[in-house]
């Protein structure tokens, strides 16, 4: 059993910036990030796949959000820069073996999840 601690989220003006922070127990082939804004579904927004260090995001964070992984300790980091209010959700790390599915998409591959960080941005 992975398990996955999440800090960093908080509150702030659009056109800020925030970082998530996950700390991880153990390894995994893939470790990502999915919001979920009441009354919408879950999305995936950004994840990596560690043996490759390849990386994934959804089209409405390119260019804005930046995830990547310290190997040293384990942690996973989403680094938000220029939010928008649309970005306002519950932030979820998850880890799990994406293996032959879309990172970003396959959120039922992703067999652990961590507690959730709210992020919220004001207009």
């Known amino acids: 059993q992975v398990r996955l601690v999440e800090s960093g989220g908080g509150s702030v003006q659009a056109g800020g910036s925030l970082r998530l922070s996950c700390v991880a127990s153990?390894?995994?082939?893939?470790m990502g990030w999915f919001r979920q804004a009441p009354g919408k579904e879950r999305e995936g927004v950004a994840a990596?796949?560690?043996?490759?260090?390849?990386?994934y995001y959804a089209d409405s964070v390119k260019g804005r959000f930046t995830i990547s992984r310290d190997n040293a300790d384990n942690t996973l980091y989403l680094q938000m820069n220029s939010l928008k209010p649309e970005d306002t959700a519950m932030y979820y790390c998850?880890?799990?073996?994406?293996?032959?599915?879309?990172?970003?998409?396959?959120?039922?591959?992703?067999?652990?999840w961590g507690q959730g960080a709210q992020v919220t941005v004001s207009p």
């Open positions: 990596v796949y560690i043996p490759g260090k390849s990386t």
């Open positions: 998850a880890a799990g073996d994406c293996r032959g599915y879309n990172p970003l998409s396959a959120s039922g591959v992703y067999a652990h």
């Open positions: 153990g390894y995994e082939y893939c």
